[in-house]
């Protein structure tokens, strides 16, 4: 079974910084790519960003692009979300997703970390 560790999450005031991390383990692990998604009150989930991890591809949500960077270290199987400049509409419950393969979509996914962002 996979397993998804968040942390990072927490109050920061507006145009702060917070950096997210998510780790990955399991005994037959496997990563086509990871992404972050985000949930704010009353919202349906977002997707944010996501990265291949073979190639470090990345895709970004337009609200958020410019100001966050996802990123990955292959040897940790950690997956990493850089957030500057951030905004009270950034506020959320932030979850990190793993795809296996590139058929199979996002298959597991984190607990979940609270993000706020106070004005």
């Known amino acids: 079974q996979v397993q998804l560790v968040e942390s990072g999450g927490g109050l920061v005031q507006a145009g702060g910084s917070l950096r997210l991390s998510c780790a990955a383990s399991g005994r037959t692990l496997s990563i086509y790519s990871m992404g972050w998604f985000r949930q704010a009150p009353g919202k349906e989930r977002e997707p944010v960003a996501d990265?291949?991890?073979?190639?470090?591809?990345?895709h970004y949500a337009g609200s958020v692009k410019g100001r966050f960077t996802i990123s990955r270290d292959n040897a940790k199987n950690t997956v990493y979300l850089q957030q500057n400049s951030l905004k009270p509409e950034d506020t959320a419950v932030y979850y990190c997703a793993l795809a296996p393969r590139a058929t199979t979509g996002y298959t597991y996914w984190g607990q979940g970390t609270q993000v706020t962002v106070s004005s």
């Open positions: 990265i291949t991890w073979g190639g470090g591809f990345t």
